[in-house]
């Protein structure tokens, strides 16, 4: 059964009839769709050929006033004793049925998840049609695993998949997963927009070696944003031959071969950097002094993530080349103590976000240099700091401009900790996942903070359903994480 067409394609069999829509079974067992409008006995309805079509009493031309005065029935056309009318001239107004209204649809289809939108782009062409417009997919990055990107045929050989639907949503970037240097050349070959309209790319858990980035790089012009993550197969000297100074932000996580030099060749070759997220556990301090003067001012955004060998020195090394960063992260850092956050809050002032989350060493004291010189820090992240207290809470409730704190796992705040962030009316996220001695009387008191609108209460002991009862009574706008 053919679905509902344009441009002369044969319609279906089940006709628009009283705004109900009959959508023939998908083949992949998606079942049958229907839009309905008006009242539900139309939805129980069986299709059937529709009637006649006759114009809306509005466009109906009036009858003439002799007409009436010789005493015509106007809603029959049968003369009372006076001359009949002459028939309307001219074919009724038409209007496209409800569901391939495209101005319908462009508003509808804004509802619809990206998962359901795809499932929606099979159902007829018009629809397609709508989908298929980039203003509806901006923001998403389709994910490609590498046997998705070929089809056998029937003699055995494989075919490279067609990309031109990607291509017509006008994505700018896209995830490969585990991928060759060879399928890598394929996606450049065979999609349309690789050369110059793909702006970032993510490559995970690849084989891509050295060569094979720097081809990736050399033909695609336009990729300004990289993600390598749990490619093991390139080295240093890769980077040193295939990174570009166009290239704003990068993320290596997972890649056994990148140690100090790897962060040479960035500092060297990335000028313009604007964001870097490194994940490697042989970085050590004498590579964060490689950043040069001019990263001092395009770097805004530090993630360094699980870098074990990474100590207050270079915790040094970063606010004295990094001077302009809004972002960092020291997650995972375990030989930072709260001399190094010290460093970073009397030296990175303009930061709206740090991360200390896993940082063993990190007591009570890094909060107070925190809340004394950070004025502007929007988000903090102390998930797993086992130091942290009540006390440090107490630091924190001076802090004005927070608007995210995470305790993760804070295993030693209880609830005198949390009167004290009953004063900051500026917080909108508060995750006190798995705090292990909260009560529901300490939780409770919460709800004196009304703006609040994220809670997250995961794994938390206190956390009862009356609680949550109670939560959604006096936090109706708070969304109430279990």
Same mark, same amino acid.
């Given at each position: 059964?053919?679905?509902?067409?344009?441009?002369?394609?044969?319609?279906?069999?089940?006709?628009?009839?009283?705004?109900?829509?009959?959508?023939?079974?998908?083949?992949?067992?998606?079942?049958?769709?229907?839009?309905?409008?008006?009242?539900?006995?139309?939805?129980?309805?069986?299709?059937?050929?529709?009637?006649?079509?006759?114009?809306?009493?509005?466009?109906?031309?009036?009858?003439?006033?002799?007409?009436?005065?010789?005493?015509?029935?106007?809603?029959?056309?049968?003369?009372?004793?006076?001359?009949?009318?002459?028939?309307?001239?001219?074919?009724?107004?038409?209007?496209?049925?409800?569901?391939?209204?495209?101005?319908?649809?462009?508003?509808?289809?804004?509802?619809?998840?990206?998962?359901?939108?795809?499932?929606?782009?099979?159902?007829?062409?018009?629809?397609?049609?709508?989908?298929?417009?980039?203003?509806?997919?901006?923001?998403?990055?389709?994910?490609?695993?590498?046997?998705?990107?070929?089809?056998?045929?029937?003699?055995?050989?494989?075919?490279?998949?067609?990309?031109?639907?990607?291509?017509?949503?006008?994505?700018?970037?896209?995830?490969?997963?585990?991928?060759?240097?060879?399928?890598?050349?394929?996606?450049?070959?065979?999609?349309?927009?690789?050369?110059?309209?793909?702006?970032?790319?993510?490559?995970?858990?690849?084989?891509?070696?050295?060569?094979?980035?720097?081809?990736?790089?050399?033909?695609?012009?336009?990729?300004?944003?990289?993600?390598?993550?749990?490619?093991?197969?390139?080295?240093?000297?890769?980077?040193?031959?295939?990174?570009?100074?166009?290239?704003?932000?990068?993320?290596?996580?997972?890649?056994?071969?990148?140690?100090?030099?790897?962060?040479?060749?960035?500092?060297?070759?990335?000028?313009?950097?604007?964001?870097?997220?490194?994940?490697?556990?042989?970085?050590?301090?004498?590579?964060?002094?490689?950043?040069?003067?001019?990263?001092?001012?395009?770097?805004?955004?530090?993630?360094?993530?699980?870098?074990?060998?990474?100590?207050?020195?270079?915790?040094?090394?970063?606010?004295?080349?990094?001077?302009?960063?809004?972002?960092?992260?020291?997650?995972?850092?375990?030989?930072?103590?709260?001399?190094?956050? #010290?460093? &970073? +809050?009397?030296? !990175?002032?303009? $930061?709206?976000? =740090?991360? /200390?989350?896993?940082?063993?060493? *990190? %007591? @009570?004291?890094?909060? #107070?240099? &925190? +809340?004394?010189? !950070?004025?502007? $820090?929007?988000? =903090?992240? /102390?998930?797993?700091?086992?130091? *942290? %207290? @009540?006390?440090?809470?107490?630091?924190?409730?001076?802090?004005?401009?927070?608007?995210?704190?995470?305790?993760?796992?804070?295993?030693?705040?209880?609830?005198?900790?949390?009167?004290?962030?009953?004063?900051?009316?500026?917080?909108?996220?508060?995750?006190?996942?798995?705090?292990?001695?909260?009560?529901?009387?300490?939780?409770?008191?919460?709800?004196?903070?009304?703006?609040?609108?994220?809670?997250?209460?995961?794994?938390?002991?206190?956390?009862?359903?009356?609680?949550?009862?109670?939560?959604?009574?006096?936090?109706?706008?708070?969304?109430?994480?279990?």
């Amino acid at each position: 059964m053919s679905s509902p067409g344009v441009n002369g394609d044969p319609k279906p069999p089940c006709l628009p009839r009283n705004g109900l829509v009959k959508l023939p079974g998908q083949p992949n067992g998606l079942g049958a769709a229907s839009i309905t409008k008006g009242t539900p006995a139309a939805k129980n309805r069986p299709c059937q050929p529709p009637p006649p079509t006759l114009p809306p009493p509005s466009l109906a031309a009036p009858p003439p006033r002799a007409a009436l005065a010789g005493g015509l029935c106007p809603q029959a056309g049968l003369p009372l004793g006076g001359p009949a009318l002459a028939p309307v001239s001219g074919p009724p107004a038409e209007r496209p049925p409800l569901a391939t209204d495209e101005k319908i649809l462009n508003g509808l289809f804004w509802y619809f998840s990206a998962c359901e939108k795809c499932v929606l782009a099979q159902v007829c062409k018009a629809w397609r049609r709508v989908l298929y417009q980039p203003k509806f997919w901006a923001g998403l990055t389709p994910v490609l695993h590498a046997k998705e990107l070929y089809t056998v045929l029937p003699g055995g050989e494989k075919e490279f998949v067609n990309l031109q639907g990607f291509a017509a949503r006008g994505f700018e970037g896209f995830c490969l997963v585990g991928v060759s240097d060879l399928d890598i050349c394929e996606f450049i070959d065979n999609y349309a927009l690789s050369k110059k309209g793909v702006k970032a790319m993510s490559l995970k858990r690849s084989t891509i070696t050295d060569a094979g980035l720097e081809v990736m790089l050399e033909q695609m012009q336009g990729v300004v944003r990289l993600e390598l993550s749990g490619c093991n197969d390139f080295t240093e000297a890769g980077l040193w031959s295939s990174l570009s100074a166009r290239i704003t932000s990068l993320s290596v996580s997972d890649c056994i071969n990148v140690a100090d030099d790897a962060i040479a060749a960035i500092s060297q070759l990335l000028p313009n950097l604007a964001e870097l997220s490194l994940q490697a556990y042989h970085v050590t301090d004498t590579a964060l002094a490689y950043f040069t003067a001019r990263q001092g001012h395009s770097t805004h955004t530090l993630r360094l993530l699980s870098c074990w060998e990474i100590t207050n020195h270079g915790v040094v090394n970063v606010v004295h080349s990094l001077p302009n960063l809004t972002a960092l992260s020291l997650s995972g850092c375990s030989k930072v103590t709260d001399d190094g956050v #010290e460093l &970073v +809050a009397e030296n !990175l002032r303009k $930061l709206r976000s =740090l991360d /200390l989350s896993w940082c063993p060493r *990190i %007591t @009570d004291m890094a909060l #107070e240099y &925190v +809340a004394c010189d !950070l004025h502007r $820090l929007e988000e =903090l992240v /102390l998930d797993r700091c086992v130091r *942290i %207290t @009540d006390t440090g809470l107490s630091y924190l409730s001076t802090m004005s401009s927070l608007r995210s704190l995470y305790l993760r796992w804070c295993c030693q705040v209880q609830d005198f900790g949390l009167k004290h962030l009953l004063a900051m009316r500026s917080l909108r996220l508060l995750s006190l996942a798995g705090c292990p001695l909260l009560t529901a009387t300490g939780l409770s008191g919460l709800v004196q903070l009304q703006d609040l609108e994220e809670l997250e209460l995961t794994n938390c002991p206190g956390a009862t359903p009356e609680l949550f009862k109670y939560f959604s009574q006096h936090l109706p706008r708070c969304l109430v994480v279990e």
